[in-house]
């Protein structure tokens, strides 16, 4: 249990506590709980789980065995002390624009991955990450809009050009990219030729241990997803793509690198983000 949290001495209102940072992820809630009982038993003092955002089962369950935690952003709850949820915006909000579309993000890490030059064609957007003819345009005007590219109009067929490298164009968008995970559910028989995600692909390519379980990746169109049985707590997790993942990894078994490091970048575990910086820093720009 040491190893598998991070363990952070704290003040809160004004006691001394404990603060709890469990390096896995995706654990059933009565993992959770042991996790807290055996803390608090051993240190002797308050112990605050800090976990990630989870239904509200999973906190029913943390509440009727009075576990003292807290989901960034969402909730804290300390027995007899504390009770905070926060609300989402309500629906009529609009928040700025400021992410991509999918089709936008796609089209530019395809050309991060397998661009040539300094321009991808528009063909070229349509027969490589397979992007809709009718959307092709609309995905051009969004990139020179965010000052990305440029349309350049004296081909034939149109195409996009960038100014500046590839590595420096990633570090410009990388603000407006979002992780392509729509949704999660853990299963026991992951469908066959699934592509391998999460830390399981990560810790293929770098010295991280793996987690205890698989994680696979799969478009969110993919009739597969029916044939998997989903379970609440235990099994691999299927990642629910945006996008099909062999749009960019085409026939590798992982995920490609630049969709891997959008969904564990604001992972917790320093570890994982210090192999995906060098992960970035291997690739051939």
């Not at 321009?119 to 345009?137: D, Q």
């Not at 410009?172 to 990219?177: E, S, T």
Request: proline share 6%.
């Amino acid at each position: 249990m040491a190893s598998s949290n991070e363990w952070l001495t704290a003040n809160l209102l004004g006691r001394p506590c404990v603060l709890a940072l469990p390096k896995r992820r995706h654990e059933a809630p009565d993992s959770v709980v042991i996790t807290w009982k055996t803390a608090h038993r051993v240190f002797g003092r308050r112990t605050l789980l800090v976990l990630e955002a989870a239904d509200e089962e999973f906190c029913r369950v943390l509440e009727r065995a009075g576990v003292a935690y807290a989901m960034p952003g969402k909730r804290i709850m300390i027995p007899d002390e504390v009770h905070v949820v926060t609300g989402d915006a309500p629906r009529a909000v609009r928040l700025p624009k400021e992410r991509l579309t999918v089709n936008a993000q796609l089209a530019l890490q395809w050309y991060l991955l397998k661009g040539k030059d300094n321009r991808v064609s528009f063909r070229e957007l349509a027969e490589g990450p397979k992007l809709p003819k009718n959307r092709i345009t609309d995905v051009a005007k969004e990139l020179e809009i965010a000052r990305l590219a440029v349309i350049d109009k004296a081909w034939k067929a149109h195409a996009l050009e960038f100014s500046i490298g590839k590595r420096e164009l990633w570090e410009k968008a990388l603000p407006m990219m979002a992780s392509p995970v729509q949704s999660r559910f853990r299963t026991k028989s992951p469908a066959r030729g699934l592509a391998r995600a999460g830390i399981l692909a990560l810790s293929d390519q770098t010295m991280l241990a793996p987690d205890n379980f698989d994680t696979y990746a799969i478009g969110r169109g993919d009739p597969r997803i029916g044939e998997m049985p989903p379970l609440r707590y235990e099994g691999d997790v299927v990642e629910v793509w945006k996008y099909d993942p062999a749009r960019l990894a085409g026939e590798s078994t992982c995920v490609d690198n630049l969709s891997l490091y959008l969904t564990l970048k604001d992972d917790p575990d320093e570890r994982v983000r210090g192999e995906l910086r060098t992960l970035l820093e291997g690739m051939e720009w």
